[in-house]
């Protein structure tokens, strides 16, 4: 009785099988670009090393582009939330003069510190407590300097400054470094350096909850929207920009890699 495998060989013997099929997962199984481009790559080695064929790379950016024609993508539309509700939201406890709860009070730290710094959650949760690295400057002082491990002289970090927000003489409520030091010193018996840690426990938050609280805010101040923790920064960003008029400025103040980068990220 002979042998019959389970499965069989298809050799690909030209270029043109090649790109029949990859026009059949696009018109008949209505594959998007992306999954297309991820049978290129599954497809290279086996068809280069088993078959000695190597598709003609203008050909696939010819296909590319005429796959993007004649399907283009569709952004989904947001609906971006309200920085004066959200910000709103954060002083109602401080208007009617009520001690906000130890909840209330880290998300206002880490909302108000995300929108004055210009930072990812991954840059909020890697911010240090510990005394020579967070420092609350008095009457205009100088923050001392020093150098870090991955620093040379020439190369150095840049250091973070949280601005004073007054009012008629004195600080407002959603000061952002007052609130900050409120939540510094209700923590304070946390065994860990990160500044955001889970103010009950007293455990380290990750970068994964340190963006969902983000969004928490936004989402309780202004319902049914689909904020992203990423639109803080890039608000942030946009008054940055109104304020100084300077991209360059911009761009260092948040650290963003590159201007185009900016551009397309700042609201």
Known sequence: MPFIPAFRFIWVTSQDVVLR?????????????ATIRTHEAALKAP??????????????DWLHRSFFLQRPPCQQPRQFWSLGKSTGFLGTYAVLNIAPSKDQLFRKALFLTALTLEMRASQLHALSRHAAWTVFATNDAPVPLFMTKNEREGHSLLHFTIPVWFEEGSHRLLCPVVVLRSYLLSTEAAPWEN???????????????????LCMVNESADLEKCPKDQDVRKMAASF??????????????????????????AT
């Open 21 to 33: 099929f990859l026009c059949h997962l696009f018109h008949v199984k209505n594959r998007t670009l």
């Open 47 to 60: 068809m280069f090393y088993g078959c000695n064929l190597t598709i003609d790379t203008q050909w696939l």
């Open 195 to 213: 500044i955001f840690v889970w103010p009950h426990s007293l455990r380290k938050c990750s970068r994964v909850h340190i963006a969902q609280e």
């Open 240 to 265: 940055l920009f109104l304020c100084s008029y300077s991209l360059d400025t911009t761009r260092q103040g948040g650290q963003w890699s590159s201007l185009p980068v900016l551009s397309s990220g």
